[in-house]
Structures are given as C-alpha cells and as structure tokens.
C-alpha cells in the first residue's frame, strides 16, 4: 500500500468519492484503524479530554501532541497523519514554526490550526517553509471561553458569510485541507462547494468531502454528553473492527452523518 497524500484527497474531492477520518492518539488504535482502511488520523488536541481527562482542549502541549504523533506515525506509515497545533502554540512566528517543525519531525504530513483570516499569514509562512496546513473552522474547541461552550456556530447570515470569508482566505493563503465543525447543513454546503480544497466535517452534516470523528464517539466510550453528531458505531457492530468497517463504509455511502446528526 502506497502512503495516502493530501493530493489523493484531492483527487477524491474531484471525484466525489467521500472519505472517513479517525482520530487516533497511540500506536495499537492507529494500526488496527490502518489495517481496516482508515487513511487520514488526527492527532488531535482533543486528547486533551479524551486521553488525558481535562475539561478542554486548552491544557494540550506541542509536546504532548508530538508524542502521541510519533506513536501514531509508528501504528499507521501509510496514513495522512494531520497534527494539531494545540491552544497558545501559533501566536508568534517564531513559536509557529517551532511548535510545526517539532509535529512534523514527530512524523505529521500537516499541521491544523484553529481560526479565521486573521490567521492568513500565519497559513502563508508555514506554506512557504513546506508545513502544510489544514484549517479548522465553525466551532473551534481552543476558542471555547469565547464561544461560552460548545455550541454550533453559523447560525445566522452574517456569521455564516464570515464563516465562508474565512475559508476562501484561508485556502487563498495556501490551506490544503479544511475542518469544518458544527455548522448548520446549509452553511456547510456553501464552503464545500465554495472551496477547491478537500472539506472535511465533524457535525456538519454529510454534504461535506470527507469526515472525522473523534475515535471515542465513534466507539461509545465518551462520557458524559454526546455530541449530537457522533454515532457509535461499536454498538452496532459488536467488534472494533467490524465498527471501524461500517463508519468507513456509511461515510461513503454518504448515509452517516444521517439528518438526526446534523444541525439545520
Ligand atoms: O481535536 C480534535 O480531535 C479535532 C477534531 C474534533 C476535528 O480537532
């Protein structure tokens, strides 16, 4: 099997083949999840909550998410690994560029950072030093204290054409990828459509090119509240593997996320 690149993504987008994405923190998940054709992981700094049992993404290190990328790295040499760049570490040039050489050394093929145009540059300088970047749009978790929670963003006119400004300035300074989190369907739509770079959802319903799903939603070991886009697919399928089979297999088909996990 040949590595996965970001222009297979591409290519996928072009093609209108949807594609499934794990997140995926240690060595033994991101091997089995590579074994059953997953081909993009994140590490995403939603290890924060989900490994390490914080409140939010905010506590993460550029050190932890290295960490868990070179064990990832080590379970999955073929994957697309994508690598946050966690809260307070893009604020500067200088830390920029340290904080994504240390994830791309740690075996990243992109970094993906959280916010708007403000960010443009910052997409730029890391572009043009050969760090490619995804974009994270709608509900960013860094941004919560801002946000006052979890809550879908987009919502009304004015906030969804800023949504899509900030995406066509973000590919437009060279983003190759795009998250887009909890956003209505109408919104994430336009953005897909709007976009030539693959758009990847996460509660942003099934109109989008690709999905993510952090890998303990799609497992039904997440606590406390769930998300109304994650499914667990494990109750389904009685075994990790065969779970890991179906998300792939309904993202494709384009029947998960169905319109009960998506917002209006
Ligand atoms: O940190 C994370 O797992 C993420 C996904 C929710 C997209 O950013």
Redesign the pocket.
């Known amino acids: 099997m040949k590595p996965t690149t970001i222009s297979h993504l591409r290519q996928w987008k072009a093609s209108g083949r949807k594609f499934a994405a794990l997140?995926a923190y240690d060595f033994s998940f991101a091997r089995l999840f590579a074994n059953e054709g997953v081909q993009v992981m994140?590490?995403?700094?939603?290890?924060?909550m989900?490994v390490q049992g914080h409140e939010s993404?905010l506590p993460v290190t550029v050190a932890d998410i290295a960490y868990h990328t070179a064990a990832v790295r080590r379970g999955a040499p073929q994957a697309l690994v994508m690598a946050?760049l966690p809260f307070m570490s893009y604020s500067t040039p200088q830390q920029t560029f340290d904080s994504a050489a240390q994830l791309m050394r740690a075996g990243a093929n992109i970094v993906?950072l959280?916010g708007g145009e403000w960010l443009a540059e910052t997409v730029r300088m890391l572009t043009e030093r050969a760090v490619p970047v995804c974009g994270?749009l709608g509900l960013t978790?860094q941004s919560v204290n801002i946000f006052g929670g979890y809550k879908v963003q987009g919502r009304d006119e004015a906030a969804a054409e800023r949504l899509l400004a900030d995406a066509l300035a973000l590919e437009a300074a060279g983003a190759q990828l795009m998250?887009l989190?909890c956003v209505p369907v109408a919104l994430a739509q336009r953005i897909t459509e709007a976009l030539a770079i693959p758009v990847?959802g996460?509660g942003a319903s099934n109109v989008t090119n690709g999905q993510?799903?952090?890998m303990h939603d799609a497992f039904g070991i997440t606590g406390g509240h769930i998300p109304k886009f994650a499914k667990n697919f494990l109750a389904e399928a009685g075994d990790i593997r065969t779970a890991i089979r179906h998300y792939i297999g309904e993202v494709e088909a384009g029947t998960y996320p169905a319109a009960e996990h998506s917002f209006q």
């Open positions: 997140t994140l590490i995403g700094d939603s290890l924060g989900t993404t946050d993906k959280e994270h978790p998250v989190e990847i996460i993510i799903l952090v």
